[in-house]
């Protein structure tokens, strides 16, 4: 089932990422972005909006609580939000080009058969 996962900013500020309901006008599964400054840079952060009062990723905003969707929400940052809402691991055929240490590593199945 794909999910209409947006980004957003509330009228106080906080920007949210959460699972659009078009019916009932509002933002389901909602987890708090924060920014937090590094010394390679900034990092963001995803939470549960109710944190630290809630461990889990729950809850919902009206849309009357929304001051601005963001056109496009980043595609790292959308896939770290399905696993952390579905307890999943998501990846991609190229996560898996460089396998070494995990199973082996011979390129040739015929050396395995070799006396």
Not at 6 to 13: F, T
Not at 79 to 85: G, L, V
Request: hydrophobic residues 35%; glycine residues 8%; negative net charge.
């Amino acid at each position: 089932m794909a999910y209409d996962i947006r980004l957003v900013k509330l009228i106080n500020g906080d920007n949210c990422l959460g699972k659009w309901d078009e019916e009932g006008n509002k933002l389901t599964e909602v987890a708090a972005l924060q920014t937090v400054p590094t010394q390679q840079g900034v990092q963001m952060l995803l939470l549960p909006f109710g944190y630290p009062f809630e461990n889990e990723i729950a809850g919902e905003i009206k849309a009357e609580h929304i001051m601005y969707h963001f056109k496009k929400v980043p595609e790292e940052l959308e896939t770290k939000y399905i696993e952390a809402t579905s307890n999943l691991t998501l990846s991609t055929p190229g996560d898996l080009k460089n396998l070494k240490g995990l199973g082996g590593d011979t390129a040739n199945i015929s050396q395995l058969f070799k006396k």
